[in-house]
Nanobody, 125 residues
Framework: QVQLVESGGGLVQAGGSLRLSCIAS????????MGWFRQAPGKEREFVAA????????DYGESMKGRFTISRDNAKNTVYLQMNSLKPEDTAVYYC??????????????????WGQGTQVTVSS
């Protein structure tokens, strides 16, 4: 099992930016696909972004395209989510996830094996 710890959440005004980080406690981080999901109160967990093992392939949820960027640093066992032009509807708990059996980015939450505890992002209007 991979332990994942997210950080970087907080309160920001609409139009602002945040960068989330997720560090993984595993020697084999560099072979995993990684994903970010979010969950707002009363809603299902929603796909945000995903990246393959090398960082060469990425995928985004429709409402995130052009505003969010996922990246990774395999030397630091870390995946990032840069969020720009934030909107109040981006308010949610953001989770990172590791796909130990994924070769490609995947939008399906059930494809991921391990999850972090989440970090709260609140965007005020």
């Amino acid at each position: 099992q991979v332990q994942l710890v997210e950080s970087g959440g907080g309160l920001v005004q609409a139009g602002g930016s945040l960068r989330l980080s997720c560090i993984a406690s595993t020697r084999t981080f560099s072979i995993y696909a990684m994903g970010w999901f979010r969950q707002a109160p009363g809603k299902e967990r929603e796909f945000v972004a995903a990246i393959n093992w090398s960082g060469g392939l990425t995928d985004y949820g429709e409402s995130m395209k052009g505003r969010f960027t996922i990246s990774r640093d395999n030397a630091k066992n870390t995946v990032y989510l840069q969020m720009n032009s934030l909107k109040p509807e981006d308010t949610a708990v953001y989770y990172c996830a590791a796909g130990r059996h994924l070769g490609l980015p995947d939008r399906t939450r059930h494809a991921y094996d391990d999850w972090g505890q989440g970090t709260q992002v609140t965007v005020s209007s």
